[in-house]
């Protein structure tokens, strides 16, 4: 209801818009800031959402505004054909750039975006044949409706509306499952990876969305003078919606139409200031960056969360209700985890030397080992994250050798980490729900309109996890962020993440690191509980009293070989392992060898 | 024929190793760079214009675009970098930040030299000057950029390898924690990194213009070459943005012979090319480095 | 020499040391043993500057540390190897050597000389002065870190874990090193995992587990007490 308000003020202001100052240049700026606002809508899912970079994405809005003018112009078609285009070809433009740009980040990255750019920017000025070069496309026809052509006020309302449009849908698509899973991709790639995302998949989506958002701009553009040339698609152009986006705020749903605005009565404005006018973009940019890296809308926001924000709660006690967590399949007996063989080097050294492990349905085992003795390197192994020089994993009797992480994830190898990958853009809630995104069927398009299928999901998920959040007491923090939250929370919701993914192996990389006493209690009860579901579970841990009281079966790593497997008893006494963590001549492991 | 482009792609290969440097540099001590490099370039080509058209002689006008780059440098690093290089900016705002300093730069270059193109009185005896070599004509001014590229990049070696500061760098450049426990004042290490990446862009500023116009849009297209130079010769090696760099210039030079239509077109498409199939660079691997991919 | 008080020293927002206190008498060698993630590292890292201190104090001779910047701490005389062998692979040993002088670099002479001090003490790199760093063996890049450490003159040296990653012989041999430095009248506080070896050298030790002084006294009585299995595998 609430909705549907806000979209009648905003049709209410965009059809009185254009008269408050009836003039034709008044106008002609008014489109200009809505088919803008267009293209930065697009942007602002690739950078601020998806957490990718573009420097060059006036490459985008150049191949959307030539693909419809030439089309239109020089083939006759219909606009009805050449704005889906439009779409289509800077969205498979976003693809072809996407394939190899997600493979790579950072810095070499926006390289690669500034000279997609660039070369767009060449092309159109130098292959006259097809683009006209500096002297354009002349002759696009403009909309027309019934045969009257649609310009100024009418030309600029249906690209207000289109922008709405556009607006609102994305609106549904990231406050829905779709837009937490991208949000997701950006905080941690890793994490996402562990539950089960491909991660990938989700990048290149982020690409041909944004892309083709600005090749629908790029249309508009095309159809508001009659004319383009290249002048209008120059790394000048990137930088525009950059700042714009920046100014507005990166990562906020108004962001686009804010900076947009912003800047572009900024520049109006600063006309007036004759030479320094070419300063704003520079000195904007700067400035929000150091003072205000939310941009805007960003600020306002945050403002608006702190004025309303209640002082967090003290930490609950677990409550006595048994947890509710279904492993992916019923408790066998047999093998969950079977390692063989499993070697890594890294340069000369040697990391993991031949270990041999076999971790048992249903029960707790504990891999221990001194500084560098390469458990961590382990637990990438039997994830995915790295790939053995020799050896095999399977889980349940499945190989897993060569698949990516998020596919061993789907299998049900689920872990967590030691430094927490937690993220840090989403609540409490939405961080665990994301576990329970593997599993979802839905399409783009079903997110975006609401459809039946996209809809179910999110109740799914939604009830997953408010029964996880119950159970390991969380539910009075379920909206806050991680950065508000106790670190021993923080630990809770990595492992809500992992639960809600369903996993029939667990591996949990030192779970009560930098706990005290009771929290690291309530984990133990906790994995307890996890166990006696049907889950296993492999840890790596240097707590040795919570090691011993929670395992069955205790291996011992050190040089990255296996020097004791047993029960935590046998292991405690074993001069050998004695000997790993304390040196030869320590007069316990003497007293022990000879006790023994 | 052969030989000319080949000189011609030498001395304009010559500025993008230059220019590359700079990046090397600050990349390898701070993991970060300058992307407004190319704007520092045109601002030091217009300071030598102004004062070379002041009768200023070379040298000291040489020296002057020193000082006036290594103070904008510092400058630099200490508005655009360290403010953002604390834990609550994402991790490539430095890359936004020095765009935008790039750009106001660019616009008081337009403020204070206008925004057309210039041309740099004839230094070496003019870029029209011929000399004959082995029966072959050559330009002086692009021998003597070659010359002096060269000397640059040698002076520059010898300071990173052979010198105290400049074995603190890579001492800095491999754990900055290390560094400091030896008493190295990290700080003062990452502006000093900067100071010179300026220097040497400035430099190329006053290389540049005997060879090209000099207008305040220039900036980007070098800094995209100097990226270009680095990648191929791997972000890693100065040896290997060296020969990286030549072999960008005389790419360039060679595809405008073929076709001059596409102009810039084949080194960006490169850069393109080389990322995918090689997001490490040509010859990433021989020295430790940070890899820019990450 | 140093007095540590009640210290609280935090990694974001994980709390790795808690009312930590430790004391280091001059000509001492002290060990602080325990298990990884007990906060060991840290305790050294909070001392030499690189991590910042929540509460408590740090004095060195009544002088407090725990504000100044490493380059500070390290202008007083205290010395930091810090763990893993980080030497500079792509540099020489003697340039190693060199930067570690760093702080007294504008007196040539005196670098020269604190130089060939450590050259008659560790031969083995003598031999190897212009061999790059990162082409020596674990040993012997670890006898060239604490070299690094020494050729800054220092009063007080901090070691973390030198044993770490080394075979018997090799940790035997640095272990000797380090008795014999502190016969000339060093100061060393010696962080270490593998406890049999640190109290086999030191007078006092302290035990950290979880972040907080578990067991400390003398060295002698550590070396055969049972509790100290416990402080590292429980039960």
Known sequence: ?????????????????????????????????????????????????????????????????????????????????????????????????????????????????????????????????????????????????????????????????????????????????WGRTLTAVKDSEQAAEAVGIDVLRWKVLAFVVSAGCAGLGGAFFAHQNGYINSDAFTFSTSLFLLVALIVGGLGNRYGPVVGVTVLTLLNQLSAQLYEYRFYTLGVLLLGVLIFMPFGIAGGVTALARRLGRRPAPGSGSPPAAPAVVTAAGAARDGIALSVRGLMKHFGGVVAVDGVDVEVAMGTIHALIGPNGAGKTTFINLVSGRLVPDRGHVACAGIALDGTRPFRRARRGVIRTFQNLQLFSDLTVAENVSVGAHRHVRATTLEFAFGLPRARRAEAEA?????????????????????????????????????????????????????????????IRELLARIRAQGVTILLIEHNMDFVMKISERVTVLNFGQKIADGTPETVQRDPVVLEAYLGRRHGATAAVTTRA | MIVQVLVS???????????????????????????????????????????????????????LVVVCLAVLGAVLERVAIRPVMTAGHAALTWAFTTLGVGVIIQNAAISIWGNSSQNFPPLFGGKLELLRIGGVGVYAAELAIIVLSTVIMLVYLWVLRRTLFGKALAAVAFSSDTAALFGINVRRMHMLAYVIASVLAGICGLLVGPISVVHPFIGLNFALKGMAAAILGGFASPLGIWVGGLLLGVIELTSNLVSSQFGDLYPFLVIVLVLIFRPSGLFAGREAGVDPAR | MLEITDLDVAYGPLTILRGVSLVVARGEI??????????????????????????????????????????????????????????????????????????????????????????????????????????????????????????????????????????????????????????????????????????????????????????????????????????????
Do not use: C
Request: proline share 4%; charged share 15%; glycine share 12%.
């Open chain 1, 1 to 177: 209801m609430v909705r549907l308000v806000r979209v009648a003020v905003a049709v209410a202001v965009i059809a009185v818009l254009p008269y408050v100052f009836p003039t034709a240049y008044f106008t002609h700026l008014l489109t200009t800031i809505a088919y803008s606002t267009i293209v930065v809508l697009g942007l602002n899912v690739l950078i601020g959402f998806s957490g990718q970079i573009s420097l060059g994405h006036a490459g985008f809005y150049g191949v959307g505004a030539y693909t419809t003018a030439l089309l239109s112009a020089q083939h006759g078609w219909s606009l009805w054909l050449t704005f889906p285009a439009a779409i289509v070809v800077a969205a498979a433009a976003g693809f072809v750039l996407a394939l190899p740009a997600i493979r790579t980040k950072g810095l070499y990255l926006a390289v690669m975006t500034i000279a997609f750019g660039f070369v767009v920017e060449i092309l159109s000025q130098r292959w006259v044949e097809l683009t006209g070069g500096t002297m354009g496309v002349y002759g696009i026809p403009a909309l027309s409706w019934l045969g009257t052509p649609v310009g100024g006020v009418g030309y600029f309302y249906v690209v207000a509306v289109v922008a709405l449009a556009l607006q609102l849908l994305l609106n549904t698509l990231v406050g829905s499952l």
């Open chain 1, 462 to 522: 939604r009830r997953r996890t408010a029964a996880l959040l119950a159970a390991l007491g969380l539910a009075g923090i379920a909206d806050r962020r991680p950065d508000e939250i106790a670190y021993g929370h923080r630990k809770l919701v990595e492992l809500g993440r992992a639960l809600a993914a369903e996993p029939a192996v667990l591996l949990l990389d030192e779970p009560v690191a930098g706990l005290n006493a009771t929290e690291a209690d309530r």
């Open chain 2, 9 to 63: 792609g030498i001395a304009v290969g010559g500025i993008y190793v230059l220019v590359a440097q700079g990046f090397y540099i600050t990349w390898r001590t701070s993991v970060t760079l300058n992307f407004g490099q190319g704007d520092f370039l045109m601002f030091g080509a217009f300071v030598a214009l102004s004062f070379l058209r002041a009768g200023v002689p070379v040298v000291l006008t040489a020296a």
């Open chain 3, 30 to 235: 002290v060990a602080v043993i325990g298990s990884n993630g007990a906060g060991k590292s840290t305790l050294l890292r909070a001392i030499s500057g690189l991590t910042r201190v929540l509460r408590g104090s740090i004095a060195l001779e009544g002088r407090r540390l725990e504000r100044l910047r490493p380059e500070a701490v390290a202008a007083l005389g205290v010395a930091h190897v810090p763990q893993g062998r980080q030497v500079i692979p792509d540099l020489s040993v003697e340039d190693n050597l060199r930067l570690g002088a760093w702080r007294l670099r504008s007196d040539g002479a005196r670098v020269a000389r604190l130089l060939a001090r450590e050259y008659a003490r560790f031969p083995r790199l003598a031999e190897r002065r212009t061999q790059l760093a990162g082409s020596l063996s674990g040993g012997e890049q670890q006898m060239l870190v604490i070299a690094r450490g020494l050729v800054m003159d220092p009063g007080f040296i901090m070691m973390d874990e030198p044993s770490l990653g080394l075979a018997p012989i090799a940790v035997d041999e640095i272990m000797e090193t380090i008795r014999r430095l502190n016969e000339e009248g060093l100061t060393v506080l010696l962080v270490e995992q593998a406890a049999a070896y640190a109290l086999a050298i030191a007078d006092r030790g302290y035990v950290l587990k979880n972040g907080e002084v578990f067991l400390s006294g003398p060295a002698a009585q550590l070396r055969d007490d049972e509790r100290v299995v416990h402080g590292y595998l429980g039960g």
